[in-house]
């Protein structure tokens, strides 16, 4: 058997046991509360919300999660505490205080009570492990063995209290009416180490301020699904601590008197359990409709550093009243001094409040404060693979989302943060209508994405696909001149160089020939002609990079000698004041081999039968046609490298390029180039 088949069949039998155990305490603890109910006489409040409240909600906590969460032992853990915390020390309790009160002690109840007080602190200890192994249930660091280790020997107490205590100890939350049951193991010669064990048995709870801080640094190394999780178990444990743990050790260590007595003392702690195991499952189970960064805005942490700059506002103001009350200032000029110092200190406690919301939800830039930085990134560098994580990380920290991701066509992805829930928001990166891949936001960690920020992501998705889109026509202007490069570079070596060298060689003949006197002017004019063939080879070549007639003549004489070479009918429309105009050479060539690659591509592809070509010089661009009756084409998904290619030197220099296409309707192409220097 292998270990992950071992493992899966501990963790059934372990189920099963702990099913079983659920099983039996249920029907043994369910008839004992309804006599319980029915016989403790006064019924108080606080009995009552125990038995009927507190016990349920927390064997019903421990379930919930076992069954929702049965990969996480988390569920497992609080089930048992809450059985061996809450409804094992019950059992006993019930039928030993209704016995006690009818025909006082009897000898046998120092087993109950014995049970109950081992029992709860076993149950104490789980929780302390629930606490630490949040929140996944298991042990991470040796520092949370060790103190897991220390804390599993305080079960020993309430053993050792039997042979120090003439009396078996109990809490004063328990037994309540049970006094001086005496403890059979009592042995006189320790009874000195009595009051010590009662006071470590009370100081015990101490223990879950150590855990509490163990999992605050089980929280800085974990990760932000994981810190979520974490942040209600610390919310749930901070609010435990305030209401229940650090006063009943304040009153333990004699720094205050006891604050409830008796029953009472039992309803205050309700509200302890209910909170910290209720966080515990939502921690676990996660639900998608509460969040807990509001939930801690909404209570202590927000609402207390709220008071405190409202104290200091209303000192302020109240301070220079009295201030001027004691100038025996009149009660008018006092009340219009007061108002005016309240409203000069207004900016100051909104700059307060702008603290105090850092310091609860962490620094978050500005709008202005992202795109600035963003920039600067840009400015830096225009790898996607650098881009993009930068990208991500300045949407997640603007916004305070729990991830963004941000993928590119080419699949390049970054991702910031743990994407664990619906996208709430779905941006595309790029400019116009030309996309090259998409900003994927999920939930804010405290409400819903609003319209500035949603500006906000559409403002630096166009940033980095600007950016991305000017490194891919970079790239590819490079590509096609290295490309363009070696053609040049394969004509001449395989054309006007070899013909060049075999003149060479005939030359050499000749020269041996004329030694002799037998060259004759045949040979010599065959000579002139190989020559004359070489020179209009290159000049062909030269033509293929840029024409002599463009250079010579302009832009439009340059067109319409290509036009003039078409076996088709073409038309041409331009502006005779084009014949005139001159143009920056870069301009020129753009706009000639523009209209030189639309009629190719019309030659190979389009079987058309006419051809339209217009040039335009309105204002400071030119404007560019061609249109066929050919077949057409899909412009989306058939243009192919010459196309891409004319687009990137066009859109090099500032300038657009449009095609319209439809199957069997003909194309048309469209360009215009800025002829100014921006």
Not at 79 to 96: D, K, Q
Request: glycine share 8%; proline share 5%; hydrophobic share 50%.
């Amino acid at each position: 058997m292998d270990e992950r088949a071992l493992t899966r069949q501990n963790r059934h039998v372990r189920r099963r046991i702990l099913w079983t155990a659920l099983a039996v305490c249920t029907a043994v603890y369910v008839p004992l509360a309804i006599w319980a109910l029915a016989t403790w006489d006064p019924l108080d409040l606080a009995s009552v919300a125990w038995l009927m409240g507190v016990v349920p909600f927390m064997t019903a906590a421990g379930v919930v999660m076992l069954v929702k969460r049965p990969d996480n032992r988390v569920g497992e853990i609080a089930t048992w505490a809450a059985l061996a915390m809450f409804v094992i020390p019950t059992i006993p309790e019930i039928p030993t205080t209704i016995i006690h009160a009818e025909s006082g002690p009897r000898s046998w109840m120092w087993m109950g009570m014995w049970l109950a007080m081992t029992s709860g602190l076993i149950g104490f200890v789980l929780i302390l492990v629930l606490i630490v192994t949040l929140p996944n249930g298991q042990i991470r660091y040796r520092r949370e063995r060790r103190f897991l280790s220390v804390a599993w020997v305080s079960v020993l107490i309430p053993t050792l209290t039997l042979f120090t205590n003439e009396y078996v100890y109990t809490h004063t939350q328990s037994f309540i009416g049970v006094d001086d049951v005496p403890s059979p193991f009592f042995i006189p010669a320790l009874e000195p180490w009595g009051p010590i064990l009662v006071a470590v048995a009370s100081l015990v709870y101490a223990l879950f301020l150590w855990a509490v801080g163990l999992q605050v640094m089980r929280y800085r190394h974990a990760t932000l699904r994981e810190r979520k999780q974490i942040r209600w178990v610390l919310f749930g444990g901070v609010t435990a601590l305030v209401i229940g743990v650090i006063p009943e050790l304040m009153q333990t260590i004699g720094l205050i008197d006891p604050i409830v007595h008796g029953s009472f003392a039992s309803l205050i702690v309700v509200p302890v359990f209910v909170i910290f195991m209720g966080s515990v499952v939502i921690a676990v189970v996660e639900p998608p409709w509460v969040d807990v960064d509001i939930v801690i805005r909404k209570s202590f942490v927000y609402g207390a550093l709220s008071f405190v700059i409202l104290l200091i506002y209303i000192g302020v103001a109240a301070a220079f009243g009295v201030v001027a009350a004691g100038a025996q200032l009149s009660i008018e000029i006092a009340l219009i001094l007061t108002v005016i110092v309240a409203m000069l200190f207004q900016p100051a406690r909104r700059r307060l409040q702008l603290v105090a919301d850092r310091w609860v939800f962490g620094a978050r830039p500005t709008r202005f404060e992202a795109v600035a930085e963003f920039g600067g990134t840009i400015e830096q560098s225009v790898d996607p693979a650098e881009l993009l994580p930068r990208l991500v990380e300045t949407i997640r920290k603007a916004i305070r989302l729990e991830w963004a991701s941000a993928t590119l066509d080419d699949g390049t992805q970054a991702v910031s943060g743990e994407p664990n829930g619906k996208v709430r928001l779905e941006v595309p990166i790029g400019v116009g209508s030309e996309n090259v891949g998409r900003i994927e936001c999920g939930p804010k960690l405290g409400g819903s994405i609003d319209d500035d920020e949603r500006h906000l992501v559409q403002t630096l998705a166009a940033q980095v696909g600007l950016a991305v889109m000017n490194a891919r026509l970079a790239g590819r202007i490079l590509n096609a001149a290295e490309a363009e490069r070696r053609r040049i570079e394969r004509n001449i070596h395989d054309g006007a160089q070899q013909e060049l060298v075999a003149l060479v060689a005939r030359l050499g003949m000749a020269k041996t020939k004329a030694a002799s006197g037998e060259l004759s002017p045949e040979a010599i004019a065959e000579l002139q002609n190989e020559a004359q063939h070489i020179l209009s080879d290159l000049r062909d070549l030269a033509q293929g990079i840029h024409p002599t007639v463009l250079s010579d003549g302009g832009i439009l004489e340059a067109v319409e000698d290509r036009c003039a070479h078409l076996p088709l009918d073409v038309s041409l429309q331009a502006s005779e004041r084009l014949r005139t105009m001159r143009f920056d050479d870069d301009v020129e060539g753009a706009a000639y081999f523009f209209v030189s690659e639309a009629l190719a591509n019309i030659l190979k592809h389009s079987a058309a039968s006419r051809v339209e070509v217009t040039l335009d010089a309105p204002g400071d661009r030119i404007e560019l046609g061609v249109s066929d009756d050919g077949c057409g084409f899909n412009p989306n998904t058939d243009r192919g490298n010459g196309l891409t290619g004319l687009g990137d030197r066009i859109r090099a220099l500032g300038g657009t390029l449009t095609i319209s296409s439809k199957s069997e309707h003909g194309t048309s192409i469209q360009a215009s180039i800025p002829t100014t220097r921006p």
